[in-house]
């Protein structure tokens, strides 16, 4: 396929026609299981879990522990991700339990219900940059200096971003799922009380409140800023971008090559790097922003 794009003159193809070569091509791509993914997001999880016991007995120092929960934290959301898309297993299908279980599982470190995290995600793909739809449009910023000074305004109770999911939850009558994050979030209170109570209030601050608020703040860079970047235009090729990260694309979590997860949500995280250099001559074609790379 390769080959058959650098000898096609794509500036002589119609629409249509380059619209056929860009499917034929991601279609490569697509109905494969990230198996990577699905024993990321468990063992991420699992590890999580461990460091609890594995503190508490001093088995493992506290300063290491919050190093490894900060860590776990900011991996927790990809595997889910995967599974929000049914990436690992669609409806119907036998791994179809799998999927799910890596989907909830995945963001426990995050205290994030995964039923929310997939319906307002879905409308963050529908409504991508829509100042009225999208509903991670309060992450958007002019530069990365006012991304972190908006991350501190955004964890303040009056910030609108608080309420974000809910109204996008509310808007598409899936109010119900609001429930969900009730539950969860009593239940990490709860633990979080329990654990000061003991006489644990450092480890429990360090182990999981302070690793989630940083966590979420690197996620929210380069999951929601980064990538669409500065987030003023609407359109299937113009709503997000590759771009190219100093630190690379494991610390970027992957995401430079994001333009290909919004044209094609179906294609594994891990896959998206190689789909982005064949399509890359199209993309190109089409007046993508490709950010360098």
Not at 134 to 143: E, G, N, P, T, V
Not at 198 to 203: D, I, V, W
Not at 229 to 248: H, I, L, M, V
């Amino acid at each position: 396929m390769d080959q058959v794009i650098e000898s096609t003159n794509l500036a002589a193809l119609s629409d249509e026609e380059l619209d056929v070569l860009e499917r034929q091509i991601a279609g490569k791509y697509m109905g494969k299981v990230p198996w990577g993914a699905v024993m990321w997001g468990i063992g991420n999880c699992l590890i999580f879990i461990a460091l609890f016991p594995l503190v508490l007995s001093g088995l493992v120092p506290l300063w290491a522990g919050f190093i490894v929960a900060t860590l776990n934290v900011i991996l927790a959301y990809l595997p889910s991700h995967e599974a929000q898309h049914n990436i690992i297993a669609g409806r119907g299908k036998p791994l179809r339990w799998l999927n799910e279980l890596v989907g909830h599982m995945s963001v426990i470190p995050m205290v994030y219900p995964y039923r929310i995290l997939r319906a307002t995600h879905m409308e963050h793909h529908k409504h991508t940059n829509d100042p009225e739809k999208d509903c991670d449009i309060d992450l958007h910023a002019r530069s990365q200096a006012d991304f972190f000074r908006k991350a501190l305004i955004n964890r303040q109770p009056a910030s609108t971003r608080n309420g974000a999911y809910g109204n996008s939850l509310e808007r598409t009558g899936q109010s119900h799922l609001m429930l969900d994050a009730l539950l969860l979030n009593a239940a990490y209170l709860i633990f979080m009380f329990s654990m000061a109570w003991s006489g644990y209030a450092l480890e429990m601050a360090l182990l999981w409140w302070l690793p989630k608020m940083i966590g979420e703040t690197y996620i929210s860079y380069y999951l929601a800023w980064a990538p669409h970047y500065p987030g003023n235009e609407q359109g299937r090729y113009r709503d997000t971008r590759a771009f190219k990260s100093r630190f690379g694309n494991l610390v970027s979590m992957g995401m430079q090559f994001h333009i290909i997860h919004h044209l094609y949500p179906r294609i594994p995280l891990s896959l998206t790097p190689a789909a982005y250099r064949e399509l890359r001559p199209i993309l190109k074609q089409r007046g993508c922003e490709l950010g360098g790379l």
